[in-house]
Structures are given as C-alpha cells and as structure tokens.
Nanobody, 129 residues
C-alpha cells in the first residue's frame, strides 16, 4: 500500500500561482510513475499531468500546457505540480496518483486514470475571477 499525502491547494485569484505537493513517505518512490488528476463538481475525473519514474518524460493535457509544470524529487519522495496563470476553469479537487512504473513512454500508460493503483485524498484548488 502506498500512502500519498497532498498539500498546497487553496484559493487564488485568476492569473495567480499555486504549487501542489504530493509526498509518499517510506516507499521506493523511484519505482513509481506519478500523475495529477482533477475533478470539478458534476464533471468526470480529468488527467492533468504525469511524470515518469526518472522525471525524463512528462505529459500534460492540452489545456494546461505552458502553464503547469510537473516535477519530482526522488530523494524527497515528492512530486510537485507548479500551476501558473491559473484560470477559473482550473477550479477542481486535485488528486495525486501513483502506479508502478510501466517502463514505456506510451502516453496512454500515463494519462488514463484507471491504470493508477494509489490515490491521495485530494486537495481543493479554487480560482476566483
């Protein structure tokens, strides 16, 4: 069992920034690919960003490209999501997720929420206009 602890959500004005963190204490963090997903009220869960075990490959949904950056620090067992130029439509609960590294760069192995085995509790991000 992998425990994922998210932090960094909050309320921010449009155009502002937030950084989400997701820690996985006590695990060989580098064994896992990591992803961020979000879910707004009344909407389906949506892929946001993902990163391979080494950090060498990153993936983003088109709507956040150029604004969000995913990164990881395997020494700290932590993955980050830096969110800049936030928009009201970014408002959602953001979830961190982990899966055993698929050892492939195929995009669908990282962007489909169904392949992730472990999930955090979620952190609310609210962007006001």
């Amino acid at each position: 069992q992998v425990q994922l602890l998210e932090s960094g959500g909050g309320l921010v004005q449009a155009g502002g920034s937030l950084r989400l963190s997701c820690a996985a204490p006590g695990r060989t963090f580098s064994n896992y690919a990591m992803g961020w997903f979000r879910q707004a009220p009344g909407k389906e869960r949506e892929f946001v960003a993902a990163i391979s075990w080494s950090g060498g490959n990153t993936y983003y949904v088109d709507s956040v490209k150029g604004r969000f950056t995913i990164s990881r620090d395997n020494a700290k067992n932590t993955v980050y999501l830096q969110m800049n130029s936030l928009k009201p439509e970014d408002t959602a609960v953001y979830y961190c997720a982990a899966r055993i590294s698929p050892h492939t760069s195929r995009t669908d192995y990282y962007t489909n929420w169904r392949v992730y085995e472990y999930w955090g509790q979620g952190t609310q991000v609210t962007v006001s206009s």
